[in-house]
């Protein structure tokens, strides 16, 4: 096995901004790292199920991927764009006649986003076809490499989300620009999931 390639797109996949990354890392400077804590516990369970997941099919998954993959862009697109809507336009309650913030997103809605990730799933798919499959065909070995792949995510969607809420502390007067940009950032997210540049640039 490519042991130096593994681990190094591993690291790199995992900890590089993604929608529920970002997301996270959103909450996080708004409700601060506690707050933030629910949504991200939820995030780290369906993470563990994607990946488990990934090796119990991953053989299934790859033939079966191609015939849903625009179906499935297309979803992640929309998911996508209703995040950086959620987080470039947030809805404040009003509580006797002053703003307040939204609750914080909790478990659930981290448990489900994880399931309309596009780049966990491909992440996940990727990393085990390209490099464990072709190495070995051992479910020992897949459930393993599924749980440190898990794990790697993890690492990154905590780092992310602590980063948020020293963000919060740092910077706390740039609220507004900072929804503004971390929308955008998203919206570009969706466009490239979507694959209308590859269509556009046809």
Not at 23 to 28: C, K, R, V, W
Not at 63 to 80: D, K, N, Q, S, T
Request: proline share 5%; charged share 10%; net charge positive.
């Amino acid at each position: 096995m490519e042991w130096t390639a593994f681990l190094t797109y591993v690291l790199i996949a995992s900890h590089t901004p993604g929608p529920n990354i970002i997301f996270a890392m959103n909450t996080s400077r708004i409700h601060g790292f506690a707050g933030a804590l629910p949504l991200v516990s939820g995030m780290i369970s369906g993470l563990v199920i994607i990946m488990t997941g990934c090796a119990a099919f991953n053989l299934l998954l790859v033939e079966f991927l191609p015939a849903v993959l625009p179906w499935f862009r297309a979803a992640g697109a929309c998911y996508i764009l209703w995040l950086a809507w959620k987080i470039a336009f947030p809805t404040l309650r009003k509580v006797r006649g002053e703003e307040v913030l939204p609750e914080a997103p909790g478990f659930r809605q981290g448990f489900v986003l994880q399931f309309l990730n596009p780049k966990v799933i491909l992440f996940g798919l990727t990393a085990l076809s390209a490099f464990v499959i072709p190495w070995t065909s051992s479910k020992a070995w897949l459930f393993g490499s599924g749980l440190f792949l898990a794990l790697a995510c993890s690492s990154g969607l905590t780092l992310w989300t602590a980063l948020g809420a020293a963000q919060k502390r740092i910077m706390p007067g740039q609220g507004r620009t900072v929804d503004l940009v971390m929308g955008a950032l998203l919206a570009w997210c969706a466009f490239s999931v979507s694959g209308l540049g590859n269509i556009l640039l046809k």
